[in-house]
Nanobody, 121 residues
Framework: QVQLVESGGGLVQAGGSLRLSCAAS????????MGWYRQAPGKQRELVAA???????NYADSVKGRLTISRDNAKNTVYLQMNSLKPEDTAVYYC???????????????WGQGTQVTVSS
């Protein structure tokens, strides 16, 4: 009923940039907060950045000043611009969105399939 489809991952050298996109589709009534998480091998999934429906961002301390989250509500899409990438940013990045569907009144957290970001030193 609702899908999150990510794109934009890949391999980049340290200091380089990547832009991730995540588009929500399906039976959507409204989208609340959207965000990006990441999971490196052997580590727990962690919040990277989140953004409210009104556009207020929140970042993990480790990415402040280097990563920027934004969203286009007309396109139901959230973006993550990643600059000055470091090898420790290497992980699978997952999109998350809290979405209310067109049926019922509950909002549910949905996840994307994940996209690999690899930063070489």
């Amino acid at each position: 009923q609702v899908q999150l489809v990510e794109s934009g991952g890949g391999l980049v050298q340290a200091g380089g940039s990547l832009r991730l996109s995540c588009a929500a589709s399906g039976n959507i009534f409204s989208i609340n907060a959207m965000g990006w998480y990441r999971q490196a091998p052997g580590k727990q999934r962690e919040l990277v950045a989140a953004i409210t429906s009104g556009g207020m961002p929140n970042y993990a301390d480790s990415v402040k000043g280097r990563l920027t989250i934004s969203r286009d509500n007309a396109k139901n899409t959230v973006y993550l611009q990643m600059n000055s990438l470091k090898p420790e940013d290497t992980a699978v990045y997952y999109c998350n969105a809290n979405i209310r569907g067109t049926t019922g009144w509950r909002s549910i957290n949905y996840w994307g399939q994940g996209t690999q970001v690899t930063v070489s030193s």
